[in-house]
C-alpha cells in the first residue's frame, strides 16, 4: 500500500509526472493517478493517492467493475465500468478521478509504484508489509457534497495540521 509522508513532500510534482508517463507515455497532472495539492496558504504540499483503506469505499460500485489485486490495489474493469461515477463520489479523499472517460485510481504500477521511485524526498513510500491498512473514516463524513479538488485540500489540510502539531511539540 501507498503511505504519504506529508511532512516530506516538497511539492515537486515528480511523482505525478512519472505516475502519468509510465502509465500513457505522456507527462501531464491530469493523467496521473497520484496528484499534488498545494495549500499556499498554509505552505503545506501534499499527494492524494489511493493507499488501499480499511473500508473500501470504492467498492459500492453497482456494476462490480472493481476488484482487489493480491497487493490489495483497486482494479477498475474497463469493460464492467459504467463510468458512473460512484467509486469517485465515494471516495472521501479524491482519489479516484473519472477524466476523459477512464478511471484513474493508483493500482501500485503491477507491484513497482513509479511514484515512489520517483520522489526523492521520501513523502510516498511503499509498505507491503503493513498489514494495517489505514482508515478514512473520518474523513468520510466531511467529504459529503464536496468536489474533488475539496476532498483532496480537506485531507492535504488534516495531514498538514497534525505535522504542524507535531513540528510544534517538537520546537516548543
Known sequence: ?????????TGCRRCESACAFFR??????????????SLYQTGIDGPV???????????????DA??????GQVIVSPTSCRLCGACQ??????????????????DLCGG??????ACTE??????????????LARF???????????????YVEVLGAEVRKTWSKAHA
Open 1 to 9: 500500500m501507498l503511505v504519504v509522508d506529508i511532512g516530506k513532500c
Open 24 to 37: 500513457t507515455g505522456r507527462i501531464s497532472n491530469r493523467l496521473a493517478r497520484v496528484k499534488i495539492v
Open 49 to 63: 493517492a489511493c493507499g488501499q483503506c480499511q473500508e473500501r469505499y470504492c467498492d459500492c460500485c453497482p456494476h
Open 66 to 71: 472493481i476488484t482487489y489485486g493480491s497487493l
Open 89 to 106: 463520489e465515494a471516495c472521501p479523499i479524491g482519489a479516484i478521478e473519472i477524466f476523459n472517460e477512464f478511471v484513474y485510481v493508483c
Open 112 to 117: 513497482r509504484p513509479r511514484c515512489v521511485e
Open 122 to 135: 521520501g513523502a510516498i513510500h511503499d509498505q507491503r508489509e503493513e498489514e494495517n491498512h489505514p482508515s
Open 140 to 154: 468520510k463524513k466531511g467529504a459529503k457534497g464536496m468536489s474533488l479538488a475539496q476532498k483532496r485540500a480537506a
